[in-house]
């Protein structure tokens, strides 16, 4: 009897090991920015997203995921209700591509058609690695706008930056192994160029002291010209953007297992 009870035990314990594993899925969503365009709004959103993820999940409570996601984000001055904003007037969209790993954690027991929980709240956090390419339209004309450095720049910026990623979200079992994901996660981008805007405007002698350059007319597009050396953007050290992502789901089960 003993022997049976401990077969039991251990097979118990080699269920709720094994029935998680590998979990592929799927999502679709919105992509917002915060930066030098949009200093004061965390949930406007500017874009769409779109991505793939493979996730491990180590036991009731915790997973790693990587996830491959391409987005759009984009922000313009005619947008704002601030009149001096309006008159700097500078606009940008720039494609998103991000790679990730991150690492989540369950409030609650949730196995997928195992435990008695259907759902669980979750919080994440973890790294990407994303590239951008910001863009403007000048006299109906889509420009990239690294190359022009329009902050005087001695050297063009780079197309790919580290972002530091955190959200929270809430997982639904809807029938045995497929699974529906909404969460919301922020990217603190190392860079402060995913809005090719920074620090102050650039003296004309960044631009060959050629006012009909077409860089010069880039960096300076205001109704009211900016003055060297004051203030263009918003001085805080870093981009950042979200997204919000409805995620469909399926977990393979290795071992079904009822408790």
């Not at 080699?14 to 799927?26: D, K, L, P, R, T």
């Not at 992509?31 to 769409?48: C, F």
């Not at 984000?73 to 591509?97: E, V, W, Y």
């Not at 949730?110 to 979750?122: E, L, Q, W």
Request: net charge neutral.
């Amino acid at each position: 009897m003993r022997k049976l009870l401990l077969v039991f035990i251990l097979l118990g314990i080699v269920c709720n090991v094994q029935a998680q594993s590998w979990e592929v899925g799927a999502s679709v969503g919105g992509a917002g920015y915060m930066g030098d365009l949009n200093p004061n709004h965390p949930l406007k959103m500017s874009g769409g997203t779109a991505g793939l993820m493979v996730k491990r999940n180590f036991n009731q409570y915790l997973s790693a995921s990587l996830h491959y996601s391409v987005a759009s984000i984009a922000g313009a001055d005619s947008t704002s209700s601030n009149s001096q904003t309006i008159n700097r007037n500078l606009s940008f969209k720039t494609p998103l591509s991000e790679i990730s790993l991150v690492g989540e954690l369950n409030f609650l027991k949730y196995i997928p058609s195992v435990t008695d929980n259907r759902f669980t709240p979750y919080v994440f956090a973890g790294a990407g690695l994303t590239t951008f390419k910001p863009q403007t339209v000048y006299n109906g004309v889509t420009l990239d706008l690294a190359p022009f450095k329009t902050e005087g720049q001695a050297a063009q910026y780079g197309n790919k930056a580290i972002s530091a990623i955190y959200g929270a979200g809430i997982k639904y079992n809807v029938s045995d192994s497929w699974n529906i994901i909404a969460d919301i996660g922020y990217r603190n981008a190392f860079t402060d160029y995913l809005d090719d805007v920074s620090g102050v405007y650039a003296p004309i002698s960044s631009f060959n002291n050629d006012p009909t350059s077409l860089a010069f007319a880039l960096a300076d597009r205001g109704f009211t010209p900016g003055n060297p050396g004051s203030q263009r953007g918003d001085f805080r050290p870093h981009d950042s953007y979200l997204f919000i992502n409805l995620t469909l789901s399926f977990t393979f089960i290795t071992a079904k297992c009822y408790y």
